[in-house]
């Protein structure tokens, strides 16, 4: 699954500092102009402004009225490299030409100095299972070197539990192609943030079901705090969904059984559409329905608060034992523009802790009409202060979590609110 976001750049350190906001910024018009609204709000910006050749050759650049806007405001830039579409080849001719890696790191080093960045972010993915350990190496190097000149280095990494293929054949493919080239000890010893995209566990390629079913959350975050101290992981809670559907068969006939990505507009139009039974699915704790269409039956799994809860809840503190892990971050990745599948643009543009904690506070959730606080109040505006809405930020929910406390109960309904109707990012 390629994707977003999940990272946010904090040390140890830092966490003890208290957690920070970051803003996830695509070139989509509507995203920057929520930063440039929003952007005194904003503690770490992450732009997707740069692509990697198989010769290591760095392409790309800031927004200039981006980096004003980031400038005036004091808002720390990290931008985001990334294999461009995925290609698979082409990393592996980057990943393994010692030259071409240190022309790579030499680019993102020198461009962080010239442009003021704190530092950058990796998004390679599509990896085939051979490249793992270059890839260790490559992520290795290049932290190395970005600490070196005082700079920092984060990476999102596709969860890969139990560590080993299962017996079916996609199982196989998808273990071999997205998910064994990451080592999670190697390179999370490395990176300053390592940000497990946990998504999706349902995608175009199979049949319906969760984009990231709370048992399959749940034993991807056990895996990787085996190996990644939790200072430095973040786990990402995807907040969109799949429809499932047959799509035109073409002029060759052949089947075209489709799955697309929808958020909390999409989601809506659907119900008020089709009127369909929203159902709750009590094995992999989501929310689902279904419906007919020019009598064939399409299915929908999409996120709301209910299936949001139990990932921030079960699975982020009590992974597997019970173990209270704070000091975690969670953070809700959205469906926006869909242009850039990549990890920090599946959303298109996403805010992620506009709403934020003190120390020994839980967050104060204030998102797509949500009234009343949790917790301490915080220096940040609620949606309806500002004026903002869900749809502006993409289809977003986040949490920073610094004490490790964090259930139904001290959320209340404030914060997710007694209304049955399905809505996603509505906490």
């Given amino acids: 699954m390629r994707r977003l976001f999940c990272f946010l750049l904090l040390t140890a350190a830092a966490l003890s500092a208290g957690p920070k906001s970051l803003f996830y910024l695509t070139s989509d018009p509507a995203g920057i102009a929520s930063f440039l609204q929003h952007a005194s709000k904003i503690d770490i910006l992450v732009p997707t402004w740069y692509n990697v050749d198989p010769a290591g050759a760095v392409t790309g650049g800031p927004n200039a009225q981006v980096m ?18 995925f290609n698979q080849d082409n990393f592996h001719k980057l990943v393994t030409d010692t030259a071409a890696r240190r022309r790579m790191i030499a680019a993102i080093a020198a461009e962080s100095r010239r442009q ?11 990896i085939i299972e051979t ?3 270059a ?11 970005m600490h070196q000149a ?3 280095l984060s990476i999102a990494a596709v969860p890969n539990a139990p560590g080993y293929a299962g017996e079916g054949g996609f199982s196989k493919w998808i273990f071999g192609n997205w998910r064994a080239a990451y080592d999670l000890k190697g ?15 349902h995608t175009r390629y199979t049949p319906p079901g969760p984009v990231a079913g709370h048992q399959w959350t749940v034993a991807n975050l056990d895996y990787a705090l085996k190996s990644v101290p939790k200072e430095k992981l973040s786990l990402g809670i995807p907040v969109y969904g799949y429809r499932w559907y047959a799509g035109d068969p073409g002029a060759d006939g052949k089947p075209n059984v489709r799955a697309d990505t929808v958020g909390g507009a999409d989601v809506r139009q659907l119900i008020d ?16 329905f279904r419906f007919y269409r020019d009598a064939t039956r399409e299915w929908v799994y999409y996120t709301d608060a209910r299936t949001f809860q139990p990932r921030i809840g079960s699975s982020a503190l009590h992974s597997g034992g019970g173990e209270r892990h704070s000091g975690l971050l969670f953070v809700g990745v959205g469906q926006g523009s869909p242009g850039y599948l990549g990890s920090a643009a599946r959303c298109g543009t996403v805010a992620v802790g506009l709403c934020r904690t003190t120390r020994g506070s839980v967050a104060d959730i204030a998102a797509g009409g949500a009234k009343g606080a949790v917790g301490s109040r915080t220096r940040y505006e609620s949606y309806e202060q500002t004026g903002a809405n869900v749809e502006e930020f993409g289809e977003f929910l986040c949490l920073l979590l610094t004490d490790g406390t964090l259930s139904r109960q001290n959320l209340g309904d404030a914060a997710f609110g007694p209304d049955d109707r399905p809505e996603i990012a509505r906490l």
């Fill in 116 to 126: 003021g960045y704190i530092g950058f972010q990796f998004d390679f993915e599509n």
């Fill in 131 to 133: 490249d793992r350990d």
């Fill in 68 to 85: 004003d806007a980031a400038k005036r405001f004091h808002v720390p830039v990290m931008p985001i490299v990334v294999n461009p579409g």
């Fill in 187 to 201: 390179i999370g010893a490395a990176v300053d943030l390592l940000c497990l995209m946990t998504y999706d566990e």
């Fill in 135 to 145: 890839l260790t190496v490559l992520v290795t190097e290049a932290a190395q070197a």
């Fill in 150 to 152: 005082g700079l920092q």
């Fill in 273 to 288: 559409a089709f009127h369909p039974q929203v159902q709750w699915d009590d094995e992999d704790r989501a929310s689902f």
